[in-house]
């Protein structure tokens, strides 16, 4: 037999393969999954694969957008702009001492958007606008009550508020049919907004009013008591107050604090200071009284006549001295001018002693009164002190009155003031917002919007249209492309066999061996003689996990592709319960007589109209085919046709269900294993490969037929099986039974002898 150059099978790795009865390959199926990554040709072959699907769901979210917006009555919608003043404006001056509160900007901000959308604005902005009595926006309704409750769930329904982010701006909005109408709706809003809070504000302060009227009734009441007290204890006690202050007397020293002017105290204040002022005088007297001789030698040096005197005897001793050098001291004239001298001494001696004579008196005497007027002074003040103590003490008791009224007069005016100012202002003092743009009437609907509703169906039609093939992709754990072969079932992927054209049949693109089937058919030759060391198996078996797979085909294929290079082999129909192949020999020629009977296997085979093919057929269908599979009967047929043939190539039932197919892979060399791409299930698969593994088979790869490359395997549904033969147990329908419907499939290898 020729050799043929193998080729490397798809994504398969030597590493993959293992030997008959290892482990390895159990574990890795029973356990691995595929890898959990983003594949970008898996994505674009599941959007290829349902690509009509998603424009399906496009062009429908696309109609249903249109139809919406056609059907849809046109809305309009009416903007306002407030700016909410988180540190209110003062509309009235209001003078006060109190520290304004702090506010929380966000809180605040939060409690007017609620307010905005409160049900009692609603029903103010109703009445405002009359809307309850506008047939036009309420509709079926004859009492007046239904109608302004529908007209207030209208407005809160099409009535929005939208904070303008890091802003103390709010716009509000509210959608109506009538654009004109929804100005004056939101125009309405926004004055209603700032009348309530005003009015919530001035309500607010009514029980302050109250309480503050009746704290000034009894306020007044004890004033007035107060007053009457005060006055009472004044008169019994002959107390005359000038002033408004404390009765409180002087110290000892004569000073005084005049908290109330009486009598008696202005009178001791007055005496005080004049004792003062007289202590003053006698005490300059008796100085000047005491200093008198010094005083009267300075007086008299002062004195007119006594500094004549004094001038003329200067002259005198003058003209006596010049005379003196020419006359004796004893000469008459000298003598005249010294008793002259004399008589002037004696002149100012006696001037002088009256005049200190006459200044000492007069020290005297005033020294004299002012000790007088002083003792008479002292006497008054003492007599005053007396009173004005007297006083003191009794004015301890009108003292305690005075501060009690003093205090109910304090808090009678700061009461009135309040009463004052909340009477004029009642809260109307703050301005918590004010109206920046109000509502214009709108030329264009809001609702609805062409360009926005088709971009939402576009955006709605793609995310349901890939929603819905991503969802099935992953509901559909079937096995697809070759990617899934060697990912979900960690085998190596011998081929892809592609979807026969319509119109053409299998056995017709067999027989093209330029055809797309006959050449993944050689690839396959190929691949199961590179990982056989290079030479095909001397026994292989096909199977599959479920019926209608395309094992036999297969078998055919690979059979006839084998003779055409060469190799003289024999195909051998397993499939004792519903055969593929018939020869038109007599019936009891085939496996199922050999397996009961001792006879020469070559017997029963037959020649076909390719050259180097022989068909084993399966004979008569015998009623138990796992009990006739089980003896060692097939073990010596199966040697018999190696002796004979060069290989040996048996088409087997499927796995599931069936017992015929791990004894049979238990005697093979290789077993090649049929998925149908997008029909059967991984866990089916997964189950058949861990029965053969289970049996010592080799499982050599897995070959994908039907596969389409355009939609990268587009499924068939996602069952397997439905009612094979007897006793398989695929599908929903009831197994049959030993020659009950048995069709006998032939495929047309052209002549049979």
């Known amino acids: 037999m020729s050799d043929i150059t193998p080729t490397l099978p798809p994504e398969a790795p030597r590493g993959q393969l293992v030997t008959r009865g290892s482990p390895a390959l159990s574990e890795a199926i029973a356990t691995e999954k595929a890898p959990s990554h983003l594949d970008v040709n898996e994505v674009w072959r599941v959007l290829m694969k349902w690509r009509w699907l998603i424009v399906g769901m496009l062009i429908a979210a696309v109609a249903v957008s249109i139809i919406i917006t056609i059907s849809t009555t046109p809305v309009y919608r009416s903007t306002a702009t407030l700016e909410i003043n988180t540190q209110p404006m003062q509309v009235m001056q209001q003078q006060t001492d109190l520290t304004p509160v702090a506010r929380n900007e966000a809180q605040f901000l939060a409690t007017q958007i609620g307010l905005l959308s409160s049900r009692t604005l609603a029903e103010r902005v109703m009445r405002a606008v009359g809307l309850a009595d506008d047939e036009a926006f309420v509709k079926g309704y004859s009492n007046r009550r239904d109608r302004e409750g529908a007209a207030v769930g209208k407005l809160l329904a099409n009535f929005e508020v939208t904070p303008l982010r890091g802003s103390n701006l709010i716009i509000i909005g509210y959608r109506d049919p009538d654009p004109a109408r929804s100005a004056r709706i939101i125009n309405a809003y926004a004055q209603g907004f700032i009348d309530s809070t ?28 107060s007053e009457r007290a005060l006055v009472a204890y004044a008169r019994s006690q002959n107390i005359l107050s000038l002033g408004a202050g404390s009765v409180t007397a002087g110290n000892a020293g004569g000073a005084s604090s005049s908290a109330q002017d009486s009598l008696s105290a202005q009178s001791l204040v007055s005496y005080n200071e004049a004792l003062a002022a007289a202590t003053r005088d006698r005490i300059a007297a008796e100085q000047a009284y005491r200093q008198a001789p010094l005083s009267s030698d300075a007086s008299a040096e002062s004195n007119g006549a006594i500094l004549q005197l004094r001038s003329q005897l200067a002259g005198l001793q003058a003209d006596y001295q010049q005379k003196l050098g020419t006359y004796r001291p004893d000469f008459p004239e000298m003598v005249a001018l010294r008793q002259r001298m004399d008589a002037i001494s004696k002149s100012i001696a006696s001037e002088t002693r009256n005049i200190s004579t006459s200044q000492r008196e007069g020290l005297r005497a005033a020294y004299a009164a002012a000790r007088g007027r002083e003792q ?3 006497a008054q003040v003492n007599n005053y002190r007396t009173n004005v ?18 205090t109910n007069r304090t808090i009678y005016d700061a009461l009135l003031q309040r009463y004052k100012e909340i009477g004029t202002a009642g809260g109307v003092g703050e301005s918590q917002a004010s109206i920046v743009d109000n509502g214009a009437v709108p030329n264009a609907p809001f609702t609805p919007n062409v360009y926005k509703n088709l971009a939402f169906g576009l955006l709605i039609g793609l995310i349901l249209g890939l929603g819905a093939a991503f969802a099935i992709e992953f509901i559909d754990d079937t096995i697809k492309t070759p990617e899934d072969v060697t990912n979900k079932l960690r085998v190596p992927v011998l081929g892809v066999v592609p979807k026969s054209v319509k119109g053409t049949s299998f056995v017709d693109e067999l027989k093209d061996q330029r055809s797309e089937i006959s050449e993944a058919y050689y690839t396959i030759m190929s691949s199961v003689q590179f990982v056989s060391n290079s030479s095909f198996p001397r026994t292989a078996l096909v199977t599959s996990t479920r019926p209608s797979e395309g094992k036999s085909s297969s078998s055919l294929a690979l059979a006839q592709n084998l003779a055409r290079m060469g190799a003289n082999i024999v195909l051998v129909d397993a499939d004792m319960r519903k055969p593929s192949f018939k020869t038109s020999q007599p019936e009891e020629i085939g496996l199922a007589t050999l397996l009961v009977t001792n006879g020469s296997a070559m017997e029963h085979v037959a020649s076909t109209s390719i050259p180097n093919l022989s068909l084993l057929p399966s004979g008569p269908i015998p009623p138990n085919p796992a009990e006739l599979l089980a003896t060692n009967r097939i073990s010596a047929i199966l040697n018999e046709l190696s002796s004979h043939f060069d290989i040996v190539l048996i088409d087997s039932p499927p796995v599931l269900g069936l017992a015929d197919v791990p004894v049979l892979s238990a005697l093979c060399e290789a077993t090649i294993l049929v998925v149908e791409a997008g029909s059967v299930r991984r ?68 002549r049979v002898a």
């Open 198 to 225: 005003l009015e919530r504000r001035y309500n607010a302060t009514a029980f302050a009013r109250q309480f503050l009227q009746s704290r000034l009734d009894a306020t007044r009441a004890k004033l007035e008591a």
């Open 376 to 378: 008479q002074l002292l």
């Open 389 to 406: 103590l007297d006083l003191r003490n009794r004015g301890i008791q009108y003292n305690i009155l005075q501060r009690d009224l003093d």
């Open 683 to 750: 866990p089916a698969v997964l189950s058949s490969l861990r029965r053969l593994l289970a049996a010592k088979a080799n499982v050599a790869g897995a070959i994908l037929t039907k596969y389409n490359p355009k939609n990268g395997g587009y499924g068939y549904g996602y069952g397997y099986g439905s009612g094979y033969g007897y006793g398989y147990g695929y599908g929903m329908r009831r197994p049959q039974r030993y020659g009950e419907d048995a069709e006998v499939r032939q495929l047309d290898i052209d």
